[in-house]
């Protein structure tokens, strides 16, 4: 499976960005998946999942302003990303889990399934 995002770029503070993640072909029934970030500063940040129940879960530092949703007929997932921030600012990666997972083990079989090459998101003035 190969997951391909798009949608980066650059933007302004407070502006908005959709950033996808389309898989090459089916994952598990319902997957769950999710979005991480990194900068060369900074260590791996998860970001947004949303799991097997189509359930969102959110980092604090974007709660209120991202919003993950998927379709799995077409086997993408989306994020959503309003009132920027430079500090978001970063390369963002899609990633699935290889198994069904809920709650907070989505993110732990997301960062141990498939991944994306990553958009870069910059946000400056």
């Known amino acids: 499976v190969q997951l391909e995002e798009s949608g980066g770029g650059s933007v302004q503070p407070g502006g908005s960005l959709r950033v996808s993640c389309a898989a090459s072909?089916?994952?598990?029934?319902?997957?769950?998946m999710g979005w991480f970030r990194q900068t060369p500063e900074k260590e791996r940040e998860g970001v947004a999942f949303?799991?097997?129940?189509?359930?969102?879960t959110y980092a604090d530092s974007v709660k209120g302003r991202f919003t993950i949703s998927k379709d799995n007929a077409k086997n993408t997932l989306y994020l959503q990303m309003n009132s920027l921030k430079p500090e978001d600012t970063a390369m963002y990666y899609c990633?699935?889990?290889?198994?069904?997972?809920?709650?907070?083990?989505?993110?732990?079989?997301?960062?141990?399934?498939?991944w994306g090459q990553g958009t870069q998101v910059t946000v400056s003035s």
């Open positions: 990633a699935a889990a290889r198994v069904a997972a809920r709650g907070s083990w989505c993110q732990r079989w997301a960062e141990t399934g498939y």
């Open positions: 949303i799991d097997s129940d189509d359930i969102p």
């Open positions: 072909r089916a994952l598990v029934s319902r997957p769950c």
